[in-house]
């Protein structure tokens, strides 16, 4: 009875964080939509084959303009994709948020991160200079497919008596390829150098997409405190914070300042 009280307690501190940090998101997506400069736009082109030119293609056809989107609200999305995730396990989802973590599960988790995690990228990848919309949409689902990788690695263990890392694996390989195109991007600029605050976001954001397949790996290894289920998922949550908090700030102190 004393294990059933202590349980429940950990999943009501579990909660209170969960609200805390879904509010630490929305206050930081709401002052972004505020103070943003919405002249900065994202242009996002493509480019087909001019057909009167014969085929094989000897070359790509000019580039045109497909739609473009303030850069504001894309930063501010991500943040916004976290706050509705914090609040909905944090009330109506709760029940349903605790009985996953009994199992060692948060689907919860991963299906947010597939696409809050997945629209950083593109803000990362657009600042690159990667502006084709059609890369940028099979970027976009490669990440998503790391994420759900995630989802399966702990849906997948729920019936081996052995961890089996496939799904991590193949989630790691998903993952690496669009960053592996972003600095294609990034090291292949002409002219010049990109500023800063990009080299920043390079850095920092990649360091901490690293940290979360560690995060992973040391609570399948159950070391130290990863042993508890619920301390590697306050590391994801907080882990979840800061990426898309520096993400953020950057992005505006580099580019959104009126």
């Not at 964080?17 to 879904?22: H, S, T, V």
């Not at 973590?101 to 997945?118: D, G, H, I, P, T």
């Not at 089996?164 to 294609?184: N, Q």
Request: charge should be positive.
């Amino acid at each position: 009875m004393d294990d059933d009280n202590a349980d429940v307690i950990k999943f009501k501190k579990l909660r209170r964080f969960n609200l805390i940090m879904g509010f630490l998101h929305f206050v930081q997506a709401a002052i972004m939509l505020a103070i943003a400069n919405y002249d900065v736009q994202m242009r996002f082109t493509t480019s087909y084959i001019d057909a009167a030119n014969g085929f094989p293609p000897t070359g790509p056809g000019d580039a045109m303009l497909l739609f473009s989107v303030p850069l504001g609200p894309m930063v501010a999305i991500f943040l916004l994709m976290s706050a509705i995730a914090h609040f909905s396990v944090s009330t109506f989802g709760y029940k349903w948020y605790v009985e996953n973590l009994k199992q060692n599960m948060n689907k919860a988790r991963w299906f947010e991160y597939a696409v809050s995690s997945s629209f950083m990228l593109v803000v990362i990848a657009w600042l690159c200079g990667m502006f084709d919309f059609i890369s940028i949409m099979l970027l976009f689902s490669l990440n998503a497919c790391m994420n759900l990788f995630g989802y399966m690695m702990e849906a997948h263990n729920q019936n081996t008596k052995k961890t089996d890392w496939t799904s991590f694996i193949f989630g790691c390989f998903a993952g690496l390829i669009p960053w592996i195109a972003l600095f294609m991007y990034f090291t292949g600029v002409r002219g010049g150098s990109p500023p800063g605050f990009v080299y920043g976001i390079m850095i920092s954001i990649a360091f901490f997409f690293n940290i979360f397949a560690i995060n992973m790996i040391l609570q399948y290894k159950k070391v130290g405190k990863w042993k508890d289920y619920l301390y590697g998922e306050r590391v994801y949550i907080i882990l979840s914070l800061v990426a898309k908090t520096a993400l953020a700030w950057q992005v505006f102190s580099g580019t959104m300042v009126a």
